[in-house]
């Protein structure tokens, strides 16, 4: 068992909340670029505010025949067809952002799972794993990588002058100083290789750096 196979899913989406709201924004823009028509000729920002503010408008003001149902001609069953198909496109896209959103939550919380269980795997099995030891102080700044999947970033010396940024998950202490980690190469995340660690135990075949 390693550090990695608890995947901390409710902070991470407490964390990716504040980046959907942004993405909610991205959504928004987008219905109302795609909504837009030659009969209401706005701006994306527009359009999408006014289809907003049309969906109560058209959920409440059905025809009077399509209310009661009472058809006397093919044309008032095209009318009634043709505000059901109305009111169906509006609600769709009112409902894109979120959507937009859902999705990016989604996707990420899949990769979170991802980045996690790879890393538990790799670093359980100790195939490909080298050692690293603590630097003194062992804390660095950390990164985006690091903060959107609920890591902290600390240096190892892998050997004279060679140090290298590692990851352990939020959950787990900063090791001390001359303290051996097993580290294991995720490949590569957010544009740069990205190497994760536990604590080393001597009965895991590793390299020494």
């Given at each position: ?43 994306p ?25 009472d ?18 496109l ?30 538990g ?11 690293g ?12 990588f ?20 590692v ?6 202490d ?9 580290i ?6 957010f ?19």
């Amino acid at each position: 068992m390693t550090p990695f196979h608890y995947i901390p899913k409710k902070v991470f989406l407490l964390r990716m909340a504040r980046i959907s709201i942004f993405v909610f924004f991205i959504g928004f823009v987008l219905m109302g670029a795609m909504a837009n028509n030659e009969q209401v000729n706005l701006g994306p920002i527009d359009m999408a505010g006014y289809e907003f503010s049309r969906l109560p408008w058209v959920l409440t003001h059905p025809p009077a025949v399509c209310v009661s149902g009472d058809f006397v001609s093919e044309f008032q069953k095209e009318r009634c067809g043709d505000y059901q198909m109305e009111v169906a496109l509006t609600a769709f896209w009112v409902f894109f952002p979120f959507l937009f959103a859902g999705l990016f939550l989604r996707v990420a919380l899949s990769r979170l799972i991802s980045v996690y269980q790879k890393a538990g795997k790799a670093l359980q099995s100790g195939k490909g794993l080298f050692i690293g030891r603590v630097t003194h102080p062992a804390e660095m700044p950390n990164d985006l990588f690091g903060w959107a999947f609920c890591l902290r970033s600390i240096t190892v010396e892998l050997g004279r002058n060679k140090q290298l940024r590692v990851y352990l998950p939020e959950s787990m202490d900063v090791p001390e100083p001359g303290v051996e980690l097993a580290i294991c190469d995720l490949g590569r995340h957010f544009t740069r290789s990205r190497y994760m660690a536990a604590p080393y135990t001597p009965h895991v075949a590793v390299v020494r750096g």
